[in-house]
């Protein structure tokens, strides 16, 4: 895996806000939502497991150069760099937990969704007559 950020081609928003709120339409975007914060969660443990390697890597390194007899500015430098990199790893672990939260309140919305508004949709698609659109009968 490389360090380096290579951008993405569907870098887009997985579930885009444009107004479209009809039942199979919410349902889509709910999908759609969870699946990219699923996937997003698989990366970002990957992400963290790659962090720690590097860490781990750096602290041997900064030891090689310890036993080298270098400049101890560059053992130094080097520790600085592990010490970030498992900085990093934590914070990726949160974000990691923060994205796999997520996506549970997705899956657990989309199931919610679909038992509160399923059954009227199957109703309404299947009539020949115009229905009064939800909570017409609130006003």
């Given at each position: 895996?490389?360090?380096?950020?290579e951008?993405?081609?569907?870098?887009?928003?997985?579930?885009?806000?444009?107004?479209?709120?009809?039942?199979?339409?919410?349902?889509?975007?709910?999908?759609?939502?969870?699946?990219?914060?699923?996937?997003?969660?698989f990366?970002?443990?990957?992400?963290?497991r790659?962090?720690?390697?590097?860490?781990?890597?750096?602290?041997?390194?900064?030891?090689?150069?310890?036993d080298?007899?270098?400049?101890?500015?560059?053992?130094?430098?080097?520790?600085?760099?592990?010490?970030?990199?498992g900085?990093?790893?934590v914070?990726?672990?949160k974000l990691?937990?923060?994205?796999?939260?997520?996506?549970?309140?997705?899956?657990?919305?989309?199931?919610?969704?679909?038992?509160?508004?399923?059954?009227?949709?199957?109703?309404?698609?299947?009539?020949?007559?115009?229905?009064?659109?939800p909570?017409?009968?609130?006003?």
């Open positions: 895996m490389s360090s380096e950020l951008p993405r081609a569907n870098s887009g928003s997985p579930a885009p806000a444009d107004g479209d709120n009809r039942y199979k339409a919410v349902q889509r975007k709910l999908l759609d939502l969870s699946r990219a914060l699923d996937d997003a969660t990366e970002l443990a990957s992400l963290r790659s962090m720690k390697s590097n860490a781990g890597q750096t602290e041997d390194t900064a030891r090689d150069i310890a080298a007899d270098l400049d101890v500015r560059f053992v130094e430098l080097t520790n600085l760099v592990a010490v970030s990199l900085g990093a790893a914070e990726v672990r990691h937990d923060s994205a796999q939260e997520t996506a549970e309140l997705a899956h657990v919305t989309l199931r919610s969704h679909e038992q509160l508004y399923g059954a009227l949709d199957d109703i309404r698609s299947n009539r020949r007559e115009k229905t009064p659109k909570a017409f009968f609130n006003r």
